[in-house]
């Protein structure tokens, strides 16, 4: 496979960007390749600058739930530039992607846009924070909720830790305020709860975890962190970057019947434009300012290329079966993926794990249920994986910890090549 010009882009682009990437994974350093700098894409194909072509199971890491250049969301975008691209005004475009949120997700009263998931995210503690008058917030590990500075915290052994930054730049007085729980373990949280309860603000958790590969919840785990936390009367916030118009149209939360108090959302919402949001009950909402006293803001907040490119992938994803013939697609490349592993021979040695368009397959033999059993899955295994796939034109994420989105537009052959791909792939893998 011909890579030069990505190479050559790669170097140029060392010398005026750090690292040559706007966003550290893109490197592809953790399996050893040169990334692909990208000329184009159209439904589930990319295609490089060497003009390579690739099925796409990055999806921009969720967003392109329709696939790539979808002609509606294409055509929207062009309507609006014609008009202006942001005006730092009230537009009708965000009262109608504010409506359609709310009427899709259970627990969204009212919406406030913001420009990525991070930001949501920061924004949703720091109401959380103003709105009960208290500091602490808690997280599971391995969860990821953006770069804020307080999020950024990795937990060390033992039950629970308090805040030690990821990060090199986070003050650790950034981070004391962040307690770090493991995931799908109600014990942990509710002897932290029993003991810093008075002072904690908010428990953020992405309900299913998409981060360290795909973590699910147990059901009853969730439902227990609903009611402890309303209980003491904590923020429940669900980080809902990636499942949210993912796993269902109200995302996680109708999936599985819980109700946080207020949700974080990216990807989907802007249709592949930069956008988040962060939405929940009206009596919390309100305390934002210009209402209420916790300041947030934004320049490009709202922007109206953003909007229509989220109203018109929300459209599409509204019509009937759109999430029967996403959950049919990922079942059919998490089970094809699966009888790849049987053929190669090499199953027993792997850790599977998929819900609805989302699916992971970790080299691991441990069936992972936290962050720590995450980690035991090789990494250079998963390596020797990629590269098979991506010489075989299949474009799985750069890590063994992110996850294979598939989209409206993967046809059943996209799939089928890509299971062909993999039990050549599996073949290569020697040692797990
Ligand atoms: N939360 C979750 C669950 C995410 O997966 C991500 C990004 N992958 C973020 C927050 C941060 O979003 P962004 O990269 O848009 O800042």
Redesign the pocket.
């Known amino acids: 496979m011909k890579v030069s010009r990505s190479k050559e882009l790669f170097e140029e682009a060392k010398k005026y960007i750090p690292g040559g990437v706007n966003s550290p994974v893109r490197a592809f350093k953790s399996v050893g390749e040169t990334p692909r700098f990208i000329e184009r894409a159209k439904g589930s194909h990319i295609w490089d600058v060497d003009g390579n072509e690739y099925i796409d199971y990055v999806c921009s890491?969720?967003p392109m739930i329709l696939g790539h250049a979808h002609p509606s969301v294409v055509e929207a975008i062009k309507e609006q530039a014609e008009k202006g691209t942001s005006y730092g005004a009230p537009t009708e475009l965000e009262v109608k992607l504010a409506k359609m949120i709310v009427e899709a997700v259970p627990s969204v009263e009212k919406v406030r846009m913001v420009n990525?998931?991070?930001?949501?995210?920061m924004s949703a503690i720091r109401l959380a924070r103003g709105y009960t008058g208290k500091n602490k917030i808690v997280k599971f590990e391995g969860?990821?909720?953006?770069?804020v500075d307080a999020l950024l915290v990795k937990a060390g052994s033992g039950l629970t830790t308090f805040g030690v930054p990821t990060s090199p730049g986070i003050p650790e007085d950034f981070a004391k305020h962040t307690i770090t729980v493991p995931f799908n373990d109600i014990d942990a949280l509710k002897r932290v709860i029993d003991e810093y309860g008075d002072d904690i603000a908010a428990v953020i958790m992405?309900p299913v975890m998409?981060?360290a590969g795909l973590i699910l919840p147990e059901l009853s785990f969730l439902e227990k962190v609903r009611e402890l936390t309303a209980d003491r009367g904590i923020v429940l916030i669900f980080?809902e970057?990636?499942t949210g118009f993912r796993l269902s149209l109200g995302g996680a939360q109708a999936y599985f019947g819980i109700t946080p108090d207020l949700s974080?959302f990216?990807?989907i919402i802007g249709g592949g434009l930069p956008v988040?949001a962060f939405g929940g009950r009206a009596e919390i909402m309100d305390y934002l300012a210009p209402e209420g006293p916790v300041y947030q803001a934004g320049t490009l907040s709202g922007n109206p290329l953003a909007m229509v490119a989220g109203i018109k992938t929300l459209e599409e994803l509204k019509k009937p079966g759109v999430y029967e013939e996403l959950r049919e697609k990922g079942k059919k490349l998490s089970e094809g993926m699966k009888e790849a592993a049987r053929s190669a021979g090499i199953y027993d040695k792997l850790c599977f794990k998929s819900i609805e368009s989302i699916s992971i397959v970790y080299f691991t033999s441990v069936d992972v249920k936290n962050y720590q059993d995450a980690l035991t899955s090789n990494t250079e295994a998963y390596a020797v994986f990629f590269r098979k796939m991506l010489e075989q034109g299949v474009y799985l994420a750069p890590s063994q910890f992110e996850v294979a989105f598939v989209s409206t537009a993967h046809t059943d052959e996209d799939i089928e090549r890509t299971v062909k791909a993999a039990e050549v792939a599996f073949r290569e893998v020697r040692e797990i």
């Open positions: 890491w969720g990525s998931g991070t930001e949501a995210t969860c990821y909720h953006g770069h992405e998409a981060n980080d970057v990636i974080c990216g990807k988040g």
